[in-house]
């Protein structure tokens, strides 16, 4: 939806009011130095990631995850410069906010407006970050995203991220653009930033972490909120509106997806939402890499979140920690109940319809069942309910804390994941590393990362056909596991010894980068 003139007028001396803060600063940064400190940019190739959330900064989903953790481990490669260019939200962590230093401003241009961007910096695990600061659109109550003008602030922050790459002179070998709120930097850069030699020699590679969510917005912003020429039409248009996901796969020279499996399930119409056809047309540029995450950051050894700590060659703490997540969920604590949680956002591609045909099937036999997650409305009643009718057998918690996830993954036995389509999915990695066996369903990520126990080889239990009986078949399956102490403690050291570390992953990476 394009915005008035008055609109903006309005914004604009509300921003005056609000950025007190940035404008000292500046001031001292100009009276101290007189230019802008200059970042120590190597010879090393250089590669800069963006996106719009990254752990530990701010994070809601599993793109954080990947983007505090995929950046860090390529760092430690010390042929590489690695940078991440974030908005700078106002709900990031005051006592990061603290250390950032103020580098620059300058303003940009949104199609006819004329926004406020400061450049604040931050050095943290080897990765330089650099954020984007505009108090207009990213001084939010809340979440993040899913503002009314979602489209103008992330068509702002695709751009003034080009523009501080210019202004700082930190050009890269490769702009790594993660979903749709930053697919917009590759249709600039490839549209309307190339009569520029450095922006020029830059290569692009467009991630795609959830084709769901592709930035579709009405024709009536093209040119009047993103600001785009007419010879980008054909790249960017589709099915008669803006489709900034598609825009990126079009223009971008690589495309990657966070699975191989799902790299090769979205040229299929059931999981492409609308862009098979331009998946299949791109089919050249596309991978999948599976993600990794940070084993250092999700371990059982020294997770201060855990009652008790514990590792593969020593299980005693997990003991502990069932128990007391037992006691704190007002279940009988027994050791010899399996617990099944679920820790997930509350949305149907989850596949929480499955398990809520099974559930009540589920819970006659002696299980416990722990469900963690916020999300849509009918979900988070219907667990609520059957946490009611159920006690003693079932607790539900609705709420996204990483706190209580940790002592979940930690305290349970087996970790329910059934997908309808997941393209990566981290919580089986992290379930795995705490020793909670997954049942998953073979989709994406999650068919590329559990494989089915055979009493020889595999991590966990599995199900091809998005069924709920097929579900509940090896839900089955794994209690009966878990009911024989010898197969358990197999399947288990399986599950806690699988590499979701990032050393092979970023490998994977680089070798895209130097095609
Ligand atoms: C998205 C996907 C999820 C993936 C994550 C990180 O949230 O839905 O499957 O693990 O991105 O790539």
């Given at each position: 939806?394009?915005?008035?003139?008055?609109?903006?007028?309005?914004?604009?001396?509300?921003?005056?009011?609000?950025?007190?803060?940035?404008?000292k600063?500046?001031?001292?940064?100009?009276?101290?130095?007189?230019?802008i400190?200059?970042?120590?940019?190597?010879?090393?190739?250089?590669?800069?990631?963006?996106?719009?959330?990254?752990?530990?900064?701010?994070?809601?989903?599993?793109?954080?995850?990947?983007?505090?953790?995929l950046?860090?481990a390529?760092?430690?490669?010390?042929?590489?410069?690695?940078?991440?260019i974030?908005?700078?939200?106002?709900?990031i962590?005051?006592?990061?906010?603290?250390?950032?230093?103020?580098?620059?401003n300058?303003?940009?241009?949104?199609?006819?407006?004329?926004?406020?961007?400061?450049?604040?910096?931050?050095?943290?695990?080897?990765?330089?970050?650099?954020?984007?600061?505009?108090?207009?659109?990213?001084?939010?109550e809340?979440?993040?995203?899913?503002?009314?003008?979602?489209?103008?602030?992330?068509?702002?922050?695709s751009?003034?991220?080009?523009?501080t790459?210019?202004?700082?002179?930190?050009?890269?070998?490769?702009?790594?653009?993660?979903?749709?709120?930053?697919?917009?930097?590759?249709?600039?850069?490839?549209?309307?930033?190339?009569?520029?030699?450095?922006?020029?020699?830059?290569?692009?590679?467009?991630?795609?972490?959830?084709?769901?969510?592709?930035?579709?917005?009405?024709?009536?912003?093209?040119?009047?909120?993103?600001?785009?020429?007419?010879?980008?039409?054909?790249?960017?248009?589709?099915?008669?509106?803006?489709?900034?996901?598609?825009?990126?796969?079009?223009?971008?020279?690589?495309?990657?997806?966070v699975?191989?499996?799902?790299?090769?399930?979205?040229?299929?119409?059931?999981?492409?939402?609308?862009?098979?056809?331009?998946?299949?047309?791109?089919a050249?540029?596309?991978?999948?890499?599976?993600?990794?995450?940070?084993?250092?950051?999700?371990?059982?050894?020294?997770?201060?979140?855990?009652?008790?700590?514990?590792?593969?060659?020593?299980?005693s703490?997990?003991?502990?920690?069932?128990?007391?997540?037992?006691?704190?969920?007002?279940?009988?604590?027994?050791?010899?109940?399996?617990?099944?949680?679920?820790?997930?956002?509350?949305?149907?591609?989850?596949?929480?319809?499955?398990?809520?045909?099974?559930?009540?099937?589920?819970?006659?036999?002696?299980?416990?069942?722990?469900?963690?997650?916020?999300?849509?409305?009918?979900?988070?009643?219907?667990?609520?309910?059957?946490?009611?009718?159920?006690?003693?057998?079932?607790?539900?918690?609705?709420?996204?804390?990483?706190?209580?996830?940790?002592?979940?993954?930690?305290?349970?036995?087996?970790?329910?994941?059934?997908?309808?389509?997941?393209?990566?999915?981290?919580?089986?990695?992290?379930?795995?590393?705490?020793?909670?066996?997954?049942?998953?369903?073979?989709?994406?990520?999650?068919?590329d990362?559990?494989?089915?126990?055979?009493?020889?080889?595999?991590?966990?239990?599995?199900?091809?056909?998005?069924?709920?009986?097929?579900?509940?078949?090896?839900?089955?399956?794994?209690?009966?596991?878990?009911?024989?102490?010898?197969?358990?403690?197999?399947?288990?050291?399986?599950?806690?010894?699988?590499?979701?570390?990032?050393?092979?992953?970023?490998?994977?990476?680089?070798?895209?980068?130097?095609?």
């Open positions: 939806m394009a915005r008035t003139a008055s609109t903006t007028k309005t914004t604009s001396t509300k921003k005056a009011k609000e950025t007190p803060k940035i404008e600063q500046i001031k001292t940064t100009k009276k101290s130095t007189g230019k400190p200059s970042i120590k940019v190597s010879e090393k190739k250089k590669i800069i990631f963006l996106g719009s959330e990254a752990a530990p900064f701010i994070a809601t989903g599993g793109l954080a995850d990947v983007l505090g953790s950046p860090k390529l760092a430690k490669n010390k042929n590489l410069d690695i940078s991440v974030l908005p700078y939200y106002s709900n962590n005051e006592e990061f906010k603290a250390k950032f230093t103020f580098l620059t300058f303003n940009v241009s949104v199609a006819w407006r004329w926004q406020y961007a400061g450049v604040f910096y931050y050095e943290y695990e080897g990765v330089k970050f650099y954020f984007i600061d505009n108090e207009y659109y990213f001084k939010r809340g979440n993040i995203y899913g503002f009314y003008d979602d489209g103008e602030r992330f068509a702002f922050f751009r003034a991220a080009l523009d790459i210019a202004r700082l002179d930190i050009y890269p070998d490769i702009l790594h653009c993660n979903d749709w709120q930053t697919a917009g930097s590759i249709i600039y850069l490839k549209g309307m930033y190339y009569g520029d030699e450095k922006f020029r020699r830059i290569k692009t590679l467009f991630t795609i972490h959830n084709i769901e969510y592709q930035g579709v917005f009405s024709m009536d912003n093209y040119e009047s909120l993103f600001g785009f020429t007419e010879s980008m039409k054909n790249f960017v248009e589709f099915n008669g509106c803006v489709n900034l996901m598609k825009g990126a796969i079009e223009m971008s020279d690589l495309v990657s997806t699975s191989p499996t799902y790299s090769n399930e979205i040229k299929q119409p059931y999981f492409a939402h609308g862009l098979h056809d331009i998946i299949n047309r791109n050249n540029k596309l991978s999948g890499i599976l993600n990794g995450i940070d084993i250092d950051y999700y371990n059982p050894e020294t997770d201060k979140c855990l009652f008790k700590n514990y590792s593969v060659t020593d299980l703490g997990k003991a502990v920690c069932k128990a007391e997540l037992q006691n704190m969920l007002s279940l009988p604590v027994r050791e010899d109940v399996p617990i099944i949680a679920i820790i997930s956002r509350l949305v149907s591609h989850k596949g929480l319809d499955l398990v809520r045909h099974v559930l009540e099937n589920l819970l006659t036999q002696d299980v416990q069942v722990v469900i963690l997650g916020k999300g849509e409305v009918a979900y988070e009643n219907y667990f609520t309910h059957i946490a009611h009718t159920y006690q003693g057998k079932c607790a539900t918690i609705i709420a996204y804390n990483q706190d209580l996830s940790r002592k979940i993954y930690s305290g349970a036995d087996i970790f329910l994941m059934p997908s309808k389509m997941e393209p990566c999915g981290l919580s089986q990695m992290i379930a795995s590393r705490y020793g909670t066996v997954p049942v998953v369903r073979e989709t994406g990520g999650l068919n990362s559990i494989k089915a126990y055979t009493g020889v080889k595999g991590n966990g239990f599995t199900f091809t056909e998005y069924n709920a009986h097929d579900m509940l078949y090896v839900i089955n399956e794994a209690i009966r596991a878990f009911k024989d102490k010898k197969v358990w403690a197999d399947v288990r050291n399986r599950a806690m010894t699988s590499d979701f570390s990032w050393k092979n992953q970023a490998d994977e990476y680089l070798k895209l980068y130097d095609r």
